[in-house]
Nanobody, 117 residues
Framework: QVQLVESGGGLVQPGGSLRLSCAAS????????MGWYRQPPGKQREAVAT???????NYADSAEGRFTISRDNARNTVYLQMNSLKPEDTAVYYC???????????WGQGTQVTVSS
């Protein structure tokens, strides 16, 4: 059974930093593109960053230059380092896994990030 478990969310002041983690189990982690999505209050879920199985990365314009996605295949974990956080980054952040060999998509349960003074 595939599980994606996010952690690291919380309350942070504007300009602060957080690092989110997503621990995967029950899957061949290195065969999955991993991503972070977020859903702000009252809005649709949106892509934040992706790290592919081969290692390349992509970022939403809102995340470029402030967020860094990385993966540790030995630990089956993907990270999202978020710096210079803004109130508009407030959202539930979700981990996503997409199998590179076909159509299998998995989601974590989400972790709340609140940026407020």
């Amino acid at each position: 059974q595939v599980q994606l478990v996010e952690s690291g969310g919380g309350l942070v002041q504007p300009g602060g930093s957080l690092r989110l983690s997503c621990a995967a189990s029950g899957m061949a982690f290195s065969d999955y593109d991993m991503g972070w999505y977020r859903q702000p209050p009252g809005k649709q879920r949106e892509a934040v960053a992706t790290v592919r199985a081969a290692g390349s990365t992509n970022y939403a314009d809102s995340a470029e230059g402030r967020f860094t996605i990385s993966r540790d295949n030995a630990r089956n974990t993907v990270y999202l380092q978020m710096n210079s956080l803004k109130p508009e980054d407030t959202a539930v952040y979700y981990c996503n896994a997409r199998w590179v060999r076909g159509i299998r998509i998995y989601w974590g349960q989400g972790t709340q990030v609140t940026v407020s003074s």
